[in-house]
C-alpha cells in the first residue's frame, strides 16, 4: 500500500462527493486540510483541519496553503474548484493542470472556442449576454439548440428549444444568465448520437487510463451510469484518440478528466470536459468494474507523485448508479434503509443519503438537489436499466406540501475565522 505518511493535502469541497477522496487521503496516510464555506460539511467533520472559505477565493485558500505548508491540492468531482486548485498549483509550484487550460475547459464559451480554433468537432454556437443582440445569429441555427450558463455544472439552467420563440427565449436565457457567474448564456445547436460519459487520467501526455460509462437521463439531468459502457469496443477507441487530442492541444498532460461525449457514425464530440474525477459516484463504480482507484492517482499526482496503472481487465464487472431525487418539494418525514432498498435490489452494497427525516429536500431539477445515490451490482447493462426502473417505481420520497425554502448559508468565513488567527501566530 502507498505510504503518503505525513504529506499535507488541501482538499477543495467537503462535500458528500469529496468525503471518499478524503478519506482515502486519510488512509494513505496524508493530513488532510478541507476547504468549503459550510462549516458543517461532511468532510469538515473528519478532515485535520477545516478551513471555512468559499473555494472560489483564490487569494484566501492560496494564503491558507501558505499558512499550512501543503505539500499538494486538489479536488474530487468539483468543476467550481478546479480553476482555484490550477491557480494555487501554479502560485506554489505544485504539480497540477495549468491554469489556462482548466479556465479553458471549465468555462463553456471558452471551450467552444478553443474547440473551433483547433480544428476539434464541436456545434455551432453562439454567445452573450442580451437575448435581444443575439436574436439573429440564434435564428441562423439549426433546430434544435440548447440554452446553457456559460460557467455552470450540475445541468443547472439547460433549455432545449425545437423552434425559434422570442418570448419564451427570452425566458430559457435569463434563467441560463441566473446560474452563470460570469452573466454570459451559450446557445448551440444539439449534437446528434450516444451520449457517454466518464473518467480518465492523463499520463506524460498520453491517456493512461479511460472508462467509459453508460448514462441514464432525465432530460438533461443524469440519473444514473453504468459500466461497462452502451459503446462497442470501436467507439471506445475512437472516443480514447478524441479526448486525447483534445487534452493535448490544450497541454494538458498529467491527471484526471471527467467527460461527456456524444458519439455518431459519423463523429465523436466532446460536449464537456474538466480536470477533475466525476460526480454521481463514477470513481466508485470505477473502481468496483475494474478495480482501478481514480481518487487514489489523483491524490498521488497532487503529492507529485508517479502515477501508473495496471492493464485494465478484459472484462468488466457490471454495475451501476442510481442519483436519488424528489419529484417535489418539501420536507422528507423519512428515508427508507439500505435493508429496505435491497429487498428490491439485491446487489445493492452502498447506498447514501444527503439529507436526513425532517430536513427539506427540493425537486430534483439539476445535479444540485440530489439527495444521494446508490451503487449496485448487476449482471449486464439491460440487467442496469430494469433495476433503475424498479427503483423510479419502486423507491418512493414522500414529501410534505411545505413550500421549499433556500437555507441561508452559514456566514463563518476563512478571511474572519479564528482559527486563520491562531495559525498564523
Known amino acids: 500500500m502507498t505510504d503518503l505518511n505525513g504529506k499535507r493535502l488541501m482538499v477543495l469541497g467537503a462535500g458528500p462527493f469529496q468525503l471518499s477522496g478524503i478519506r482515502r487521503a486519510m488512509d494513505l496516510g496524508c493530513w488532510v486540510a478541507t476547504v468549503d464555506n459550510l462549516p458543517d460539511n461532511y468532510g469538515h467533520k473528519i478532515s485535520h483541519q477545516r478551513i471555512h472559505c468559499s473555494t472560489l477565493d483564490r487569494e484566501c485558500v492560496l494564503e491558507a496553503a501558505r499558512v499550512f505548508g501543503i505539500d499538494g491540492i486538489c479536488t474530487f468531482s468539483s468543476d467550481v474548484a478546479t480553476t482555484t486548485v490550477a491557480y494555487v498549483c501554479g502560485r506554489l509550484n505544485l504539480a497540477g493542470a495549468p491554469l489556462d487550460s482548466t479556465e479553458t475547459m471549465v468555462a463553456k464559451d471558452r471551450f467552444r472556442a478553443f474547440q473551433?480554433?483547433?480544428?476539434?468537432?464541436?456545434?455551432?454556437?453562439?454567445?452573450?449576454?442580451?437575448?435581444?443582440?443575439?436574436?439573429?445569429?440564434?435564428?441562423?441555427?439549426?433546430?434544435?439548440?440548447?440554452?446553457?450558463?456559460?460557467d455552470s455544472s450540475g445541468s443547472r439552467g439547460i433549455t432545449r428549444f425545437d423552434a425559434f420563440c422570442f418570448e419564451k427565449m427570452v425566458t430559457a436565457f435569463d434563467q441560463s444568465r441566473g446560474f452563470s457567474r460570469s452573466g454570459r448564456v451559450l446557445i448551440e445547436e444539439c449534437v446528434d448520437g450516444v451520449e457517454v460519459g466518464g473518467d480518465g487520467f492523463l499520463v506524460d501526455g498520453a491517456v493512461a487510463f479511460l472508462s467509459i460509462t453508460h448514462k441514464r437521463l432525465d432530460g438533461f439531468v443524469p440519473k444514473g451510469h453504468c459500466l461497462p459502457p452502451s459503446i462497442d469496443e470501436t467507439d471506445q477507441e475512437r472516443v480514447r484518440e478524441t479526448l486525447g487530442r483534445c487534452c493535448r492541444a490544450l497541454s494538458y498532460t498529467d491527471g484526471p478528466f471527467n467527460f461527456d461525449v456524444i458519439v455518431s457514425p459519423e463523429s465523436v464530440t466532446v460536449i464537456e470536459m474538466g480536470p477533475r474525477t466525476g460526480g454521481n459516484g463514477i470513481p466508485a463504480l470505477i473502481r468496483r468494474a475494474t478495480g482501478m482507484d481514480l481518487e487514489e492517482a489523483c491524490i498521488l499526482r497532487a503529492l507529485g507523485r508517479e502515477v501508473t496503472f495496471p492493464e485494465p481487465p478484459k472484462s468488466l464487472r457490471s454495475c451501476g448508479s442510481y442519483i436519488i431525487g424528489s419529484k417535489a418539494a418539501g420536507v422528507l418525514p423519512r428515508v427508507p434503509s439500505h435493508e429496505e432498498i435491497q429487498e428490491f435490489v439485491p446487489g445493492l452494497y452502498e447506498s447514501f443519503f444527503t439529507v436526513r427525516p425532517g430536513e427539506m429536500a427540493p425537486k430534483f431539477e439539476h445535479g444540485g438537489h440530489m439527495l444521494g445515490w446508490l451503487l449496485f451490482d448487476c449482471d449486464s447493462p439491460q440487467a442496469y436499466e430494469k433495476t433503475a426502473r424498479a427503483l423510479d417505481e419502486r423507491l418512493k420520497l414522500e414529501v410534505s406540501e411545505q413550500p421549499f425554502g433556500i437555507l441561508p448559508e452559514n456566514p463563518t468565513d476563512w478571511s474572519t475565522s479564528p482559527a486563520r488567527e491562531q495559525a498564523k501566530r
Open 116 to 150: 473551433k480554433r483547433h480544428g476539434l468537432n464541436h456545434p455551432a454556437f453562439v454567445v452573450g449576454e442580451e437575448f435581444p443582440e443575439l436574436v439573429s445569429k440564434v435564428k441562423a441555427l439549426e433546430y434544435p439548440v440548447m440554452f446553457k450558463p456559460c
